[in-house]
């Protein structure tokens, strides 16, 4: 063998193991979503299904249910109930205009106090699906600045990463109040 033969099979014997090595990837991670113009929302990350892009004629108006309540879909083989969720949330909702729109299933089930062997899902309509983050900033605000009073039942908590404001859902309120009506 010569020397740069060895040279390059030493070389990969060193890079091997770090290949198979898991990183150590810091903070947690949320679906960011876009509530209002202003205002965006956190979900964690191990609640969330999937999202989703859905095409209006998805979803199955039911009369005389709440009016955050857009209706029921089916998504793999599941069927659940889509909600408004920035009406819910007493916010300004844009979805009267819109045809399509940006869900976000999350496993209702695993956050819910009963236990069932089904899963059952939940999905929430947002203006926006912003993308996957990673918190990593241990910064807790303790005021709720700038939010609409109808809002603060549903914060679980606020981080400050930077000069952004960051607003983790309370998804077990959320539940609840879609339970109650």
């Known amino acids: 063998m ?78 659940f109930f889509v909600i408004d969720l920035p009406h819910l949330l007493g916010l300004s909702s844009p979805f009267s205009l819109l045809q399509t729109y940006q869900m976000i299933v999350i496993r209702a089930s695993s956050l819910m106090s009963q236990t069932t062997n089904k899963e059952l899902l939940l999905g929430l309509a947002v203006p926006r699906i912003q993308g996957v983050i990673r918190v990593i900033s241990d ?14 039942p549903f914060i679980q908590e606020t981080r400050k990463e930077g000069e952004n404001a960051l607003h983790i859902l309370n998804l077990i309120n959320i539940i609840k109040k879609v339970e109650k009506n």
């Open 2 to 79: 010569s020397t740069t033969e060895i040279s390059s099979l030493s070389r990969l014997q060193e890079l091997l193991p770090q290949l198979f090595e898991t990183p150590q990837i810091q903070g947690q991670s949320y679906l960011s979503c876009q509530l209002t113009s202003q205002i965006n929302g956190l979900v964690p990350m191990e609640f969330v299904q999937e999202s989703l892009l859905v095409a209006g004629e998805q979803i199955t108006i039911l009369p005389s249910m709440s009016s955050f309540v857009m209706g029921l879909m089916t998504s793999r083989d599941s069927v």
């Open 139 to 152: 910064k807790r605000e303790a005021e709720q600045k700038d939010l609409p009073e109808s809002l603060l």
